[in-house]
Protein backbone atom coordinates (compact mmCIF):
# COMPACT_ATOMS: atom_id res chain seq x y z
CA UNK A 1 0.00 0.00 0.00
CA UNK A 2 1.20 3.22 -1.01
CA UNK A 3 1.93 6.00 1.47
CA UNK A 4 -0.10 8.91 1.42
CA UNK A 5 1.71 12.30 1.45
CA UNK A 6 -0.07 15.78 1.54
CA UNK A 7 1.48 19.03 0.40
CA UNK A 8 0.11 22.15 1.85
CA UNK A 9 0.74 26.12 1.34
CA UNK A 10 -1.45 28.72 1.63
CA UNK A 11 -3.13 28.93 -2.48
CA UNK A 12 -2.52 25.89 -3.50
CA UNK A 13 -1.65 27.47 -6.98
CA UNK A 14 2.46 26.68 -6.88
CA UNK A 15 4.50 25.81 -4.64
CA UNK A 16 1.83 22.60 -3.29
CA UNK A 17 1.18 22.04 -7.05
CA UNK A 18 5.08 21.81 -7.53
CA UNK A 19 5.74 18.98 -4.71
CA UNK A 20 2.54 17.36 -5.47
CA UNK A 21 3.62 17.06 -9.07
CA UNK A 22 7.39 16.57 -8.54
CA UNK A 23 6.63 13.42 -5.90
CA UNK A 24 3.99 11.21 -7.93
CA UNK A 25 6.53 11.42 -11.11
CA UNK A 26 9.94 11.29 -9.53
CA UNK A 27 8.52 9.13 -6.20
CA UNK A 28 7.69 5.60 -6.12
CA UNK A 29 5.22 3.61 -3.56
CA UNK A 30 3.99 7.78 -2.73
CA UNK A 31 0.98 9.31 -3.50
CA UNK A 32 0.79 13.07 -3.10
CA UNK A 33 -2.14 15.48 -2.71
CA UNK A 34 -1.78 19.11 -2.19
CA UNK A 35 -4.09 21.09 -0.63
CA UNK A 36 -4.20 25.36 0.86
CA UNK A 37 -5.39 26.72 3.61
CA UNK A 38 -7.11 29.71 1.71
CA UNK A 39 -6.75 28.10 -2.06
CA UNK A 40 -7.13 30.65 -4.99
CA UNK A 41 -8.94 27.97 -6.89
CA UNK A 42 -6.65 28.10 -9.91
CA UNK A 43 -3.02 26.98 -10.86
CA UNK A 44 -0.53 29.66 -11.82
CA UNK A 45 0.19 29.58 -15.43
CA UNK A 46 3.85 29.42 -14.73
CA UNK A 47 3.51 26.37 -12.50
CA UNK A 48 1.64 24.59 -14.53
CA UNK A 49 4.28 25.69 -17.72
CA UNK A 50 7.44 24.24 -15.71
CA UNK A 51 5.64 20.96 -14.48
CA UNK A 52 4.40 20.57 -18.50
CA UNK A 53 8.24 21.69 -19.62
CA UNK A 54 9.17 18.62 -17.06
CA UNK A 55 6.95 16.48 -18.32
CA UNK A 56 5.44 16.43 -14.62
CA UNK A 57 1.58 17.70 -15.67
CA UNK A 58 -1.60 15.98 -15.00
CA UNK A 59 -4.50 17.37 -15.70
CA UNK A 60 -6.53 16.14 -13.07
CA UNK A 61 -4.49 18.88 -10.58
CA UNK A 62 -6.34 21.64 -9.50
CA UNK A 63 -6.57 24.09 -6.60
CA UNK A 64 -8.05 22.96 -3.39
CA UNK A 65 -9.12 23.71 -0.23
CA UNK A 66 -7.72 21.53 2.76
CA UNK A 67 -11.80 20.48 3.73
CA UNK A 68 -11.33 18.59 0.23
CA UNK A 69 -8.66 16.30 1.87
CA UNK A 70 -8.92 16.43 5.43
CA UNK A 71 -10.45 13.14 5.86
CA UNK A 72 -8.05 11.07 3.83
CA UNK A 73 -5.63 9.14 6.34
CA UNK A 74 -2.32 10.88 5.59
CA UNK A 75 1.38 9.30 6.43
CA UNK A 76 3.03 13.07 5.86
CA UNK A 77 1.47 16.30 5.81
CA UNK A 78 4.58 18.88 4.69
CA UNK A 79 3.87 22.44 4.66
CA UNK A 80 5.89 24.72 2.01
CA UNK A 81 5.06 28.00 3.22
CA UNK A 82 5.15 29.60 6.71
CA UNK A 83 1.63 30.79 6.85
CA UNK A 84 0.56 27.21 6.54
CA UNK A 85 3.22 26.00 9.32
CA UNK A 86 2.14 28.08 11.43
CA UNK A 87 -2.15 27.65 10.60
CA UNK A 88 -1.85 23.88 9.66
CA UNK A 89 -4.80 22.56 11.36
CA UNK A 90 -5.15 19.20 13.90
CA UNK A 91 -6.16 16.29 11.47
CA UNK A 92 -8.64 13.53 12.43
CA UNK A 93 -5.42 10.99 12.47
CA UNK A 94 -2.71 11.85 14.14
CA UNK A 95 -0.44 12.90 11.59
CA UNK A 96 3.09 13.63 11.33
CA UNK A 97 4.18 17.14 10.03
CA UNK A 98 7.16 18.75 9.09
CA UNK A 99 7.99 21.92 7.41
CA UNK A 100 10.34 22.48 4.24
CA UNK A 101 9.34 26.17 3.53
CA UNK A 102 10.47 27.89 -0.43
CA UNK A 103 9.48 31.37 -1.47
CA UNK A 104 6.21 32.22 -3.49
CA UNK A 105 7.21 32.38 -7.12
CA UNK A 106 3.60 33.99 -7.68
CA UNK A 107 4.21 37.11 -9.68
CA UNK A 108 7.52 36.95 -10.87
CA UNK A 109 9.18 35.93 -14.21
CA UNK A 110 9.39 32.21 -15.14
CA UNK A 111 12.45 31.71 -14.05
CA UNK A 112 11.80 32.31 -10.83
CA UNK A 113 9.49 29.25 -11.22
CA UNK A 114 12.10 27.03 -12.49
CA UNK A 115 14.27 27.71 -9.99
CA UNK A 116 11.40 26.93 -7.47
CA UNK A 117 11.15 23.68 -8.97
CA UNK A 118 14.65 22.58 -9.01
CA UNK A 119 14.68 23.70 -5.17
CA UNK A 120 11.89 21.14 -4.26
CA UNK A 121 12.78 18.83 -6.40
CA UNK A 122 16.18 18.74 -4.50
CA UNK A 123 14.94 19.67 -0.99
CA UNK A 124 11.25 18.63 -0.66
CA UNK A 125 12.08 14.92 -2.39
CA UNK A 126 15.28 14.43 -0.37
CA UNK A 127 12.77 15.00 3.40
CA UNK A 128 10.28 12.84 2.27
CA UNK A 129 12.62 10.25 0.79
CA UNK A 130 14.17 10.03 4.47
CA UNK A 131 10.65 10.21 5.95
CA UNK A 132 10.51 6.99 4.87
CA UNK A 133 13.34 4.90 4.48
Not at 4 to 23: P, Q
Not at 73 to 96: M, R, W
Not at 106 to 118: I, L, N, Q, R, S
Request: glycine letters at 6%.
Amino acid sequence: MNKKVLIMCTGNSCRSIIGEALINKELEGIDAYSCGIAPTGKINPNAKKVLKLHNAWRDDYYSKHLDEVIDIDFDLVVTVCDHADETCPAFPKKTNKIHVGFQDPDGKEFEAFEKTYKLIKDRLLTKIKEKFS
